[in-house]
């Protein structure tokens, strides 16, 4: 008896480019606080949304400075100057380890810290679901890093009353996503929506009600600990099958 096997060929990464992958250290007033591994685009974004999303700062109008630094093969770091109220408390909850790409609360100092108390937001008109469908139309039309390197990027969207106000990508969701709100923040713009194209855990919906953001639209399942905080915290929480069938947990 004879078997047949497949034939297995080596990728040839020659011809083709690579999501770039670097560390990128986020620091206050200079003091170092967190170090992730990140797409090497949109810094600032990435640092303003990741302050915003943890509650270092309550608001973009919070930081008084944004400074980006590059140290060539060592990788990027982003210092943000802010008031000496939000440097100390923040150092009481300091990220001890290296933040991955695929776990937003890596190297928490404790369980408590990760679990931070939430301000519930006031209720947000629901939006429709035709216009979260032709959010992520629009969203992945314009995932141009995805384009360029054949897959491997997460994206991330923000809206403001139905526009499209930016689109940001990473090789990590949670960066992706701070990336986003990094840029609606900066935007000036009320930002009323977020969409992602990754799954959706706990650490996602707490992003997205201390950046005071009424809606959040994933692409999948989300955890029944991500439900329960988006029903007690009063946010609009979606799961999308690729942007055509919706399901509503709160």
Known sequence: MSVQGTEW??????????????????????EGFAVFMVTPRDLEDF???????????????????VTLHEHGAEGRSIDLTIDDDAFFAALKR???????????????????????ALAPLSPHPVPSTNSISATFEAMQSRQMLNDIYGGGLHAAAVCSEGRLIAVREDIGRHNAMDKALGAGA?????????????????????????????T????????????????????????CNRGYSFTRYS
């Not at 935007?187 to 919906?205: K, Q």
């Open 94 to 116: 300091k990220r001890l380890l290296t933040g991955t790409t695929g776990c937003g609360l890596c190297g928490l100092d404790s369980i408590r810290a990760a679990m931070r």
């Open 47 to 65: 640092a303003i949304g990741f302050a915003i999303s943890e509650a270092i700062v309550s608001s973009f109008d919070d930081i008084q400075a």
């Open 186 to 214: 900066r935007s000036g713009e009320t930002i009323d929506m977020v969409i992602t194209t990754s799954r959706c855990s706990s650490d996602l919906v707490q992003k997205a009600v201390s950046a005071r953001v009424g």
């Open 216 to 239: 959040l639209a994933v692409m999948a399942t989300p955890s029944d600990l991500a439900v329960q905080l988006a029903q007690e915290n009063c946010l609009n929480l979606f799961s």
């Open 9 to 30: 060929q080596t990728p040839d990464t020659t011809e083709r480019q690579l999501p770039p992958e670097v560390p990128a250290a986020v620091t206050l007033n200079g």
